[in-house]
């Protein structure tokens, strides 16, 4: 595989966003990557679908100027990729910021790229790179801004999904790529009970989850390590729902029986727990 070939300027520092060009015309892909550079973005360019994919699973990019007219499929397919991927497994980033570039300026080819998932279309025939350039400049501050360092809190942890990072009531817990991966997903709904084919498929890509799931014990060892590795002070994670799955947090009743007071009779009435 050759070399990947980044343009930039003497100004590009680590934290330049990237930008890929994906298009068949060279000449087309040649205008574009030097104005970019020369506004202080690095650029990557791919002349098919093929070569955007490879580039993608190769090395990060913030946006990409996806040209609709490739030799080997619709630009399209690629958005189809990119907004697919899983948020836990994948190095893709499903919500990666794609401006189309569309070969007329019908309504129709704008409608049909933003409804197959991409955030903007320019059509070729009216293209003015300020206006392209200005265009990129806001997406990219929308991924900026979304982008900030998440923390999920969820009772005694707090998770940071930047930095893959995990601390139990202010204490680092280190976990291996697997179990923050089942960590991650039980966190984004810690009551509810995940089966264990949904996690066999959602963290380990497992498609037969629902056949293997029930033999094998590669779920049930990583979610008791991580069972171990977070309990704290007699706090229980990663509880085991027999037969059906796991969830993150054991389940608070809101409801308690109302204890009568002397010379009452018990009522067969519930209060909210305080």
Request: proline share 5%; net charge positive.
């Amino acid at each position: 595989m050759p070399p990947l070939c980044v343009k930039t300027n003497d100004n590009t520092t680590d934290n330049t966003e990237t930008i890929m060009v994906a298009s068949q015309d060279r000449a087309a892909r040649a205008y574009l990557g030097d104005n970019l550079t020369a506004d202080g973005y690095a650029v990557v360019e791919a002349g098919s679908l093929t070569g955007a994919v490879e580039l993608l699973e190769r090395a990060p990019v913030d946006l990409i100027l996806l040209d609709r007219r490739l030799p080997d499929g619709d630009g399209l397919e690629l958005v189809g990729r990119i907004r697919s991927a899983d948020r836990i497994t994948s190095a893709v980033d499903s919500d990666l910021p794609i401006i189309a570039v569309a070969e007329t300026s019908s309504v129709l080819d704008r409608i049909r790229a933003l409804d197959r998932g991409c955030d903007d279309c320019v059509s070729r025939s009216d293209l003015v790179y300020p206006e392209l350039r200005a265009r990129v400049a806001a997406l990219l501050r929308r991924a900026r801004r979304r982008a900030e360092p998440a923390r999920l809190r969820v009772g005694g942890l707090t998770i940071d999904v930047g930095a893959r990072q995990v601390w139990a009531d202010g204490t680092v817990v280190r976990l291996s790529n697997k179990e923050f991966s089942l960590l991650l997903v039980l966190a984004g709904d810690p009551w509810r009970v995940f089966r264990r084919a949904e996690l066999m498929a959602t963290v380990w890509g497992w498609s037969n989850g629902g056949s293997t799931a029930t033999r094998t014990r590669t779920l049930d060892s990583h979610a008791s390590r991580l069972r171990r590795k977070l309990s704290r002070d007699g706090t229980a994670y990663v509880v085991n729902v027999w037969g059906v799955g796991y969830r993150l947090l054991e389940v608070v009743p809101l409801l308690t029986p109302v204890e009568p007071t002397p010379g009452q009779r018990r009522s067969p009435g519930l209060t909210l727990a305080a």
